[in-house]
């Protein structure tokens, strides 16, 4: 099992930086694999990034191409994704999932989820 906290969600202005932290309980950590979704009022729960067990290996969405960076630190049991050059499109509740298999796209499938971080960009 893991447990899955999601944090670093605000308020900010277009064009501004965020990054979020997903820190996991337990020693296992590296045995899976995180993808941060997202959620906007109306709209089904998207992929957002997602990165392998080791951190060698990661996926975005066309949409944060370019913009968002997914990084992983083991030895701190966290995951961030770093989020540059927000537009009010990426409003939405941010949350963490954790699964044994990577490339997972569906939220369905994830065996485990952070509580989720609200972040909202302003124009």
């Known amino acids: 099992q893991v447990q899955l906290v999601e944090s670093g969600g605000g308020s900010v202005q277009a064009g501004d930086s965020l990054r979020l932290s997903c820190a996991a309980s337990?020693?296992?950590?590296?045995?899976?694999?995180v993808a941060w979704f997202r959620q906007a009022p109306g709209k089904e729960r998207e992929l957002v990034a997602s990165?392998?067990?080791?951190?060698?290996?990661?996926y975005y969405a066309d949409s944060v191409k370019g913009r968002f960076t997914i990084s992983r630190d083991n030895a701190k049991n966290t995951v961030y994704l770093q989020m540059n050059s927000l537009s009010p499109e990426d409003t939405a509740v941010y949350f963490c999932?954790?699964?044994?298999?990577?490339?997972?796209?569906?939220?369905?499938?994830?065996?485990?989820w952070g509580q989720g971080t609200q972040v909202t960009v302003s124009s």
């Open positions: 999932a954790a699964d044994r298999v990577f490339g997972v796209m569906t939220p369905d499938d994830y065996d485990y």
């Open positions: 990165i392998s067990r080791s951190g060698g290996i990661t």
């Open positions: 337990g020693r296992t950590f590296s045995n899976y694999c």
